[in-house]
């Protein structure tokens, strides 16, 4: 039960300051990707499936403990042109 209890305090605040700068992390940015992308509906989930876009087992079958995207301060329209520059 303390686990759960410091997950419940510590979560939303690593959520909360994500860092979207540091954007050349592959890892990181796969890990976030799968993230979001489990918070997709089953319809949409099952559409990019239909579309042969491959997603990752895990994304299909775990639900994510947190709503962590309800913790995150997304970025500012220049750093997503920035990632989007980049990439």
Known sequence: ???RGWSNAIVPILW???SWR???NNRKNKR???TILSFLPTSSK???SDNEVKLPSTIL???PLFNYINFCNF???III???KLRH
């Open 1 to 3: 039960m303390k686990k």
């Open 16 to 18: 909360k300051n994500y």
């Open 22 to 24: 540091d954007n050349n």
């Open 32 to 34: 976030l990707f799968r």
């Open 46 to 48: 099952q559409l990019l």
């Open 61 to 63: 079958s775990n639900p």
């Open 75 to 77: 970025p500012e329209n």
């Open 81 to 83: 042109k920035k990632i």
